[in-house]
């Protein structure tokens, strides 16, 4: 099986501060990693140098593309970049306001995206946005209603659709239940397991939540001052980590 993903010696430098230092993983298809640290542990800087928001210092994002195979992300042209993002890539912000257009209706904001990879068909559209907001719990009828009317954890989901329409096999996810009440939480990240599931979507989710990881990765990296200092299946890290850090950090959730 070829890797989707493969990230070699990826740095990223703030002046003199240390964004992320000497990254390397592989991602399979099919397959979460869950990214968790602390605030400043580098953690979103990763996120952001793997979509390609940030410009990495060193290192290679090599991805397995469908039309040319692996190609490294990082060397590729601007107009590259943003076609892989909408059709082969899927971002996820932490709130929803930053993914959405928050004057198009919802149907709007699922369609532009199928738009922006050429469909032109106002019906096949229109119907594949409502079956993509069914798909995220979301009531059909509400289509021509704007995300300014919906809730925070619809707000979410709708960005969910937004990103999936297109088909993309790889999900980058910057703490998608953060700011949500625990009950909406819950739904999401079921919600999420689903989807992730049932697409065989391959992902990196950033978060600082335990419980998010425990639930959708199936490996996991600890981040501490820009520096993995361990990896692993998310079990056997969660139950029995080997770094201090992550123990501190398994047992401050202990302690709540």
């Not at 391959?202 to 981040?223: G, N």
């Amino acid at each position: 099986m070829t890797p989707l993903l493969k990230v070699e010696a990826l740095s990223k430098h703030y002046g003199r501060h240390l964004g992320c230092g000497d990254v390397n993983f592989t991602l399979w298809p099919g397959e979460v990693m869950g990214i968790v640290g602390e605030s400043g542990s580098g953690k979103s800087t990763l996120l952001n140098c793997l979509a390609g928001h940030l410009a990495p210092d060193t290192g290679r994002v090599i991805f397995e593309t469908r039309a040319h195979g692996p190609r490294d992300t990082v060397t590729m042209t601007e107009p590259e970049r943003r076609w892989l993002a909408r059709t082969e890539w899927a971002f996820v912000h932490q709130n929803p306001r930053d993914g959405l257009r928050m004057g198009v209706s919802a149907g709007g904001n699922v369609g532009e995206r199928l738009m922006a990879v050429g469909a032109r068909h106002y019906g096949e559209i229109r119907a594949q946005a409502e079956d993509w907001l069914g798909r995220v719990e979301i009531d059909p009828t509400r289509i021509d209603e704007r995300p300014r009317a919906f809730s925070g954890g619809m707000r979410q989901r709708l960005q969910i659709a937004r990103n999936l329409v297109t088909g993309p096999r790889l999900a980058l996810m910057d703490e998608p239940t953060g700011g949500l009440d625990v009950s909406v939480q819950a739904r999401l990240l079921d919600l999420l397991r689903g989807l992730v599931r049932r697409l065989g979507l391959s992902a990196v989710i950033v978060t600082h939540d335990l419980a998010v990881v425990r639930l959708l990765a199936d490996r996991l990296m600890v981040m501490k001052d820009g520096r993995v200092v361990e990896e692993g299946l998310t079990d056997q890290v969660l139950d029995d980590p080997q770094h201090a850090y992550t123990q501190l950090l398994v047992s401050s959730v202990l302690q709540v």
